[in-house]
């Protein structure tokens, strides 16, 4: 017999920090969990952040700081106007996006309001690799009409596409045939594309939508929450990439566009911030004057100057291929698992989150019973775990008709914050997707009792059905 460790043949990896902070998270009860579900209308947004053990109900602005970026808010510099800070931003923007402009907002929804204003007219179309929720919303309150030109494999759960997050080139094409490219102001490119899992778009792909677009005058404009992440799948994904690093392939991909909206809370690691990038000095113009009416001068935006510090360090942390990898692959574990375990899930897995399949796993609850919203309760009530709704109350109501929207996809997100939990806390919700997952049978639907007008999945309120 030997002594000798067994070395494995696959060696694990680990995060490429180490905690310096801790913040505590409060265990309940079941009882306690259930006297906040009832108070909360089950709906995991009105849950108090104080009653949740695991939360992940986004990675929207829910990430951890680096000691740089934590060092950085000190070097604030609060002036009105011309903030060093901004210029920080700035360079950082350009050195890793490659936008010649950058117009700050108060978050990714502050950029959406100004490009859909500054671009949209009344009776115009936005074709899209499917909607997002506040970038529809700017676009109709402008005017517009979403079309979503995705492709077909994108709504199938179970489809193993490595890039199902691209643009149906035959369906952009009929669109500009249908509507006419003069009532098309820019085509909307998600990547990755969140209500689809986190599926990434390829290079391949981008390059084909430019090249059709740049042939009828359509700019191209990105949602860029996630397009470092995007630039990881592509790293791994495609063919002739893989030698590249993360931050070279962000700059290839973002040169095919035409400019971006940015949520600040995503990649770039901060808890607050967003922006709107672009190359054409016309949009710039009209953004940067628009700017000051909604969000703050250009030179700020609505953000503080160490707000924009810390964006700025944030960006250049984002695209290291040791971040990169680490934090993908976190969310690769968790699903991973959940797959060994069989519960039906959204393959391949996406870069933020795993996606469940509620309407796989409750086939007996009716879309209009809310099976996904149900399927978010029931994690919190088993383990104090919080996660999010992407089904039917997410898609909201169809504007003309006045009926719910009712999507393909009815899923319950558990979105992992960038550099925020272990490995432990992954294992943890493993097992409570397990534990819901073997006790849905008996597992009643929903009724809606109180419903918003706008973006209703935020503020709803429910009642289980018996
Ligand atoms: C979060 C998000 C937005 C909106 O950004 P906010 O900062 O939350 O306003 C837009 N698009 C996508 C894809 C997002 O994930």
Redesign the pocket.
Known sequence: MSDLPVVPRRRSWAEPWKVKVVEPVRMTTREHREAAMREAGWNTFLLRSEDVYIDLL?D??TGAMSDSQWAGMMLGDEAYAGSRNFYNLWEAMTAHYGFKYLVPTH??????NILSKALIKPGDFVPGNMY????RLHQELAGGTFVDVIVPEAHDPRSELPFKGNIDLGALEAVIERVGAERIPYVCL?AT???AGGQPVSLENARAVRELTARCGIPVYM?A??AVENAYFIQQREPGQGHKRVAEILLEFCALTDGC?M????DPLVNIG?WLAMNDEKVYEEASNLVVVYEGLHTYGGMAGRDMEAMARGIGESVQDDHIRARIGQVEYLGAKLMEWGVPIVRPVGGHAVYLDARAIYPHIPQDQFPAQMLAAQLYLDSGLRAMERGIVSAGRDAATGDHHYPKLELVRLTIPRRVYTQAHMDVTAESVAAVYAERDGTPGLRMVHEPKYLRFFQARFEPLD
């Open positions: 986004t929207s602005g978050q990714g929804r502050g950029a959406e997002f929720t506040t970038t998600h594309v969140n209500m949602d929450t996630r909206t949520s600040g809370k995503k967003g």
